[in-house]
């Protein structure tokens, strides 16, 4: 994504994915252990990194970087990962070597994942006009 100033839907339909990317990551570790999969559980184990996901898109906003770019995925990537597991701990929940590693993959995966299939078919479509 470009510089340039840019509609408020494109802002939207980023933080959607981000936040379906977060939300599916948290539904999915409860069912791969058979927790009880209930809104209450799910929130349990979602809003660590949620409220990190809305601390690393401030921080991407904050440094003027567009939330959809690559650059900023990976910042907020990061946040998500530190912050998440931070609030977690603070929170009680487990925090062990096992769960970050496979945290930081998933979390990695999805939501630089897009990001870079967004920019490669942007790329994509430019070369195709030029």
């Known amino acids: 994504m470009s510089r340039q ?8 339909v980023v933080a959607i994915l981000d936040v379906v990317v977060v939300a599916g990551f948290a539904l999915a570790g409860r069912r791969s252990h058979a927790e009880a999969m209930t809104l209450a559980g799910w ?3 979602a809003w660590p990194f949620l409220a990190a996901l809305l601390i690393g898109w401030i921080l991407a ?14 910042l907020i990537w990061m946040v998500i990962l530190a912050g998440g597991m ?13 769960f970050i590693a496979v945290a930081a ?3 990695l995966l ?3 994942g897009w990001r870079l299939v967004a920019d490669l078919l ?5 070369a195709s006009r030029g």
């Open 5 to 12: 100033a840019t509609p408020p839907v494109a802002l939207a």
């Open 43 to 45: 929130w349990s184990t």
């Open 61 to 74: 906003l904050g440094t003027r970087r567009h939330p959809g770019t690559v650059r900023a995925g990976i």
């Open 86 to 98: 931070g609030l977690r701990s603070v929170a009680g929940q487990g925090t062990a070597a096992p």
């Open 105 to 107: 993959g998933v979390l």
């Open 110 to 112: 999805g939501l630089v």
């Open 122 to 126: 942007r790329r994509r479509k430019s």
